[in-house]
């Protein structure tokens, strides 16, 4: 059983490899890879040897430099050794700097890649381009994504250029290990599907990097080992420019002969494999489903007949839900070095697109008959088969007191790495507690934040912003970001002189001075506010219930006592569960009943008319196992929450603080969310009304509109910044009053409108400006960005997210084109319910300049005149 966990664990462990997630740097700067793990064609001089060949590094004279002048005819190269076959992602390079006295760069190269150091290949790009571009000065590092991505032990980089120059280099590559292990695979060439009426789709591997000879592939990897994952409709890819059908490797039923496709695969080592998982297309509409079943044989060695007795899989075929999906083959932990795989077709079509294994690479070692029982043993037992040969028909008899030692030893073996294993799981999720506990990073000057008392400013000493940590530091920190501008803040801030001002309190609305310090008229004030940069990690952006806390630029509060509250106690058994709405780390959101609220809120309570019945609230809980830093924020949370009042902000209207668990009452909505509340219904026409659907007006739009530019603005006011504004926080009554609120995030409904950052945070940024992306800086003027983008949802009915036909990533590669500015950027469609005037707003709340953005007091302006009073 032991044995069973371990490899049970060791699978877990290897899971499907995503190229997003797989960017660690692999340690050529840091030094984990070691100098004679690098090595050169040639070197100029000792001093510019390979080993000095190192990202931000000034070791010897700066740099690796190849002998002589390059020729355009040269083939020199850099050469590493990665130690063990690498899932490789990201190239970074940079020219010979040598504190100021280097000028030598490579303006292109070309990456050759090896898993064993004697067969090399040549990258290409999806779009069959070697070459790579690569610096244009000395110092400056560019940071390039390999699509597609390599998966090789060797690298070599080569240097390319038009005419005989000097040229030296440094560098860095970003992956992760390769636990599947896979060197190649061979199967038949994927096939054009040609359908009467409807557009071609290409199904073949075009990325495939082994031999392609009569319609067969072999020795190679390509598309079912690169991490990209094909959607639901194998018609709509991933990429850019490319193909319908791109994703997907696909064969016809019939035409190769056989009911089956026959696909092989090789592997660095031998292992013992406990499943195989297949993604696979179920498009049935058009004639594509999963595989019907699958046989497996196994061969332990390269050189040795395939194993009689194969694996065999039988699938669930479902003809209910179209979606692709993961089918995982148990492979019963066999042993082999080599797999074939016979997949049979269940309709006309089969298309994948990826293939992984989980697997241990440490075998252990056993005697197996050269006919191996059947994985699927009859006995209900789950304890492994050991297979036995028998050498003599008396050994049986004899007592068995030599190996009694051995298996002792093996057990402890295995007992010792369980507790390895577990104590590296703890150790593991200690740091992720250390990493949720980092405090924020603010700016470096004494701001005031001034809430709506008059009389509760509160003037704070902000600590300096710590030193940016080497990678020596931190060896596995992620390159999140696209571009090698994208690392560096301060780069951003001298090429983007609007940056810089975040450092500056501005004297015009915007900044947090008190407002007497305000030097400029009102008209400029209006025309050149820009809002102040709340610096914030990312880290931090969610509160205690999962939910999006309004951030107060550099707000912390050392202590706080029940006074700072400035709502009643509530008495906790008057709420009354209805259903949990939503849940974080730390705290729960449930929807409640509250007895006799209104009697106990007494006259001018902000609650609807309910004609006696029980009020709805939302009701916002800490969970018991919260640490003091949740509970602090939790208590800073209702201390925010009580000062605001607005009608169309979500009111805090009283507290149940004098016991645990800590719980805070909001207002809640009869109609609930905007989001849910459009996407039922269909614009105000005689087709809806005969058809009974729920119908909204042109008018109601622009109103929802007004209402949240107006919450807005007065959160604005207070130098409140947002951070998640979109239709799914905008709560609606039955009089079409929205009020915005904030626990979103929280809501498993609305998990897919955020990206899950590995380990750290989750992000909407499909609403988020591109600043607050690449810089991780939240403003105004990125609510203002996000407000934009709630108008486009409004005006859609939200049928559809925003952004619907880029990945998480391509939304992500967007940003980089609206930082560039270059013209490449995509912006969302006009919306056909629209009129022009209003789209031109929100092109307008999209601008790449955050000073060219207008303010929510100009935006309240704006669309106040088109609501019918």
């Given at each position: 059983m032991l044995f069973y966990l371990l490899l049970v664990f060791q699978a877990n462990a290897n899971a499907q490899i995503d190229p997003a997630h797989c960017r660690y740097p692999l340690g050529m700067e840091d030094g984990r890879i070691k100098d004679h793990d690098i090595t050169a064609s040639s070197q100029w001089y000792e001093t510019t040897g390979p080993q000095y060949a190192r990202l931000n590094r000034e070791e010897g004279d700066g740099a690796w430099c190849p002998a002589g002048l390059l020729q355009p005819s040269d083939t020199q190269y850099l050469q590493v050794d990665l130690g063990q076959l690498t899932f490789l992602t990201v190239v970074g390079t940079q020219g010979r700097y040598a504190r100021n006295s280097g000028k030598e760069f490579a303006r292109m190269y070309r990456?050759?890649?090896?898993?064993?150091?004697?067969?090399?290949?040549?990258?290409?790009?999806?779009?069959?381009?070697?070459?790579?571009?690569?610096?244009?000065?000395?110092?400056?590092?560019?940071?390039?994504?390999?699509?597609?991505?390599?998966?090789?032990?060797?690298?070599?980089?080569?240097?390319?250029?038009?005419?005989?120059?000097?040229?030296?280099?440094?560098?860095?590559?970003?992956?992760?290990?390769?636990?599947?292990?896979?060197?190649?695979?061979?199967?038949?060439?994927?096939?054009?599907?040609?359908?009467?009426?409807?557009?071609?789709?290409?199904?073949?591997?075009?990325?495939?990097?082994?031999?392609?000879?009569?319609?067969?592939?072999?020795?190679?990897?390509?598309?079912?080992?690169?991490?990209?994952?094909?959607?639901?409709?194998?018609?709509?890819?991933?990429?850019?420019?490319?193909?319908?059908?791109?994703d997907y490797v696909g064969w016809r039923n019939g035409s190769l002969g056989s009911g089956y496709v026959e696909m092989e695969f090789v592997f660095d080592k031998q292992r013992n494999f406990t499943s195989m998982k297949v993604h696979s297309n179920n498009m049935f509409s058009r004639g594509v489903k999963i595989f019907s079943s699958v046989s497996c044989s196994f061969k332990p060695r390269l050189i040795a007949n395939w194993e009689a007795e194969p694996v065999e899989f039988r699938t669930v075929l479902d003809d209910r839900n179209p979606s692709a999906r993961y089918v995982t083959v148990p492979l019963g932990r066999r042993n082999a070095k080599a797999l074939r795989c016979r997949f049979h077709f269940a309709d006309v079509w089969m298309m994948f697109s990826e293939i992984s294994f989980q697997s241990a690479d440490t075998v252990i070692p056993t005697q197996i008959t050269p006919v191996v029982t059947s994985p699927w043993p009859k006995e209900e037992s789950s304890m492994p088969t050991t297979h036995k040969t028998v050498t003599n028909p008396s050994a049986k008899d004899q007592p068995d007191d030599g190996n009694?030692?051995?298996?002792?030893?093996?057990?402890?073996?295995?007992?010792?790495?369980?507790?390895?294993?577990?104590?590296?799981?703890?150790?593991?999720?200690?740091?992720?507690?250390?990493?949720?506990?980092?405090?924020?990073r603010i700016l470096e000057e004494e701001v005031t934040v001034r809430l709506s008392s008059s009389s509760d400013t509160i003037i704070l000493q902000t600590p300096p912003v710590p030193p940016r940590v080497s990678q020596m530091d931190h060896p596995y920190e992620r390159v999140f970001l696209l571009d090698p501008q994208y690392q560096d803040p301060a780069g951003l801030r001298n090429k983007l002189p609007e940056l810089s001002r975040s450092a500056?309190?501005?004297?015009?609305?915007?900044?947090?001075?008190?407002?007497?310090?305000?030097?400029?008229?009102?008209?400029?004030?209006?025309?050149?506010?820009?809002?102040?940069?709340?610096?914030?990690?990312?880290?931090?952006?969610?509160?205690?219930?999962?939910?999006?806390?309004?951030?107060?630029?550099?707000?912390?509060?050392?202590?706080?006592?029940?006074?700072?509250?400035?709502?009643?106690e509530f008495p906790r058994h008057r709420l009354l569960f209805r259903e949990k709405l939503g849940e974080g780390q730390f705290g729960e959101v449930h929807l409640c009943e509250a007895e006799g609220l209104p009697e106990f809120l007494g006259e001018g309570a902000p609650l609807p008319d309910r004609d006696g019945r029980p009020v709805l609230v939302a009701v916002k809980q800490l969970r018991a196992d919260a640490t003091n830093n949740a509970r602090n924020d939790f208590l800073k949370e209702i201390k925010i929450m009580s000062r605001l009042n607005d009608p169309n902000i979500i009111q805090l209207l009283c507290v149940c603080v004098s016991s645990d668990p800590l719980c805070m009452v909001t207002e809640y909505m009869d109609n609930g969310d905007l989001n849910m509340f459009l996407s039922q219904r269909e614009m105000e026409s005689t087709l809806t009304h005969a058809n009974n659907i729920p119908a909204v007006s042109l008018s109601d739009l622009l109103h929802m509109s007004v209402q949240i530019s107006s919450g807005m603005r007065y959160l604005a006011s207070l130098n409140?910044?947002?951070?998640?504004?979109?239709?799914?926080?905008?709560?609606l009554d039955r009089r079409l009053t929205i009020k915005i609120a904030d626990f979103g995030m929280s809501r498993n409904l609305y998990s897919s409108d955020y990206y899950r950052i590995q380990g750290r945070a989750v992000l909407p940024i499909r609403w988020m400006a591109w600043e607050s992306i690449l810089l991780g800086k939240f403003t105004t003027a990125s609510d203002v960005w996000a407000f934009?983008?709630?108008?486009?949802?409004?005006?859609?009915?939200?049928?559809?997210?925003?952004?619907?036909?880029?990945?998480?990533?391509?939304?992500?590669?967007?940003?980089?084109?609206?930082?560039?500015?270059?013209?490449?950027?995509?912006?969302?469609?006009?919306?056909?319910?629209?009129?022009?005037?209003?789209?031109?707003?929100?092109?307008?709340?999209?601008?790449?300049?955050?000073?060219?953005?207008?303010t929510f007091e100009g935006l309240y302006q704006a669309l106040r005149p088109h609501v019918v009073q």
């Open positions: 990456l050759n890649y090896s898993h064993d150091g004697q067969l090399w290949r040549t990258w290409k790009n999806r779009f069959g381009n070697k070459t790579m571009e690569a610096n244009d000065n000395a110092y400056v590092s560019v940071i390039k994504d390999l699509h597609p991505p390599i998966i090789s032990r060797y690298v070599r980089l080569i240097p390319v250029t038009k005419m005989p120059t000097t040229v030296c280099m440094r560098l860095e590559l970003y992956g992760c290990p390769w636990h599947d292990g896979l060197t190649s695979y061979s199967s038949p060439e994927g096939q054009l599907m040609m359908p009467l009426g409807y557009f071609l789709a290409s199904l073949n591997d075009s990325t495939y990097d082994g031999a392609h000879e009569r319609r067969k592939l072999s020795g190679g990897l390509g598309q079912l080992t690169d991490g990209v994952i094909g959607q639901d409709d194998f018609r709509v890819t991933r990429q850019y420019h490319v193909w319908p059908g791109y009694t030692p051995i298996l002792i030893g093996c057990l402890v073996t295995i007992i010792l790495l369980l507790v390895v294993i577990i104590f590296l799981i703890l150790w593991c999720q200690y740091v992720c507690k250390v990493l949720e506990k980092a405090p924020r500056e309190t501005s004297a015009c609305g915007g900044g947090y001075a008190e407002p007497d310090v305000t030097q400029c008229t009102p008209h400029q004030c209006f025309q050149s506010s820009v809002p102040h940069y709340a610096e914030t990690d990312i880290v931090s952006l969610q509160g205690v219930t999962g939910s999006n806390m309004y951030a107060v630029p550099a707000l912390t509060v050392d202590s706080l006592t029940r006074k700072d509250i400035s709502v009643a409140f910044v947002h951070r998640d504004l979109a239709t799914r926080n905008c709560l934009g983008v709630t108008l486009w949802e409004i005006f859609t009915l939200c049928k559809e997210q925003p952004y619907s036909l880029l990945s998480d990533e391509q939304v992500i590669e967007n940003t980089g084109e609206f930082f560039r500015n270059q013209g490449r950027q995509i912006f969302l469609f006009a919306p056909l319910l629209c009129p022009p005037s209003l789209f031109e707003l929100m092109m307008r709340c999209w601008d790449r300049d955050i000073a060219d953005r207008p």
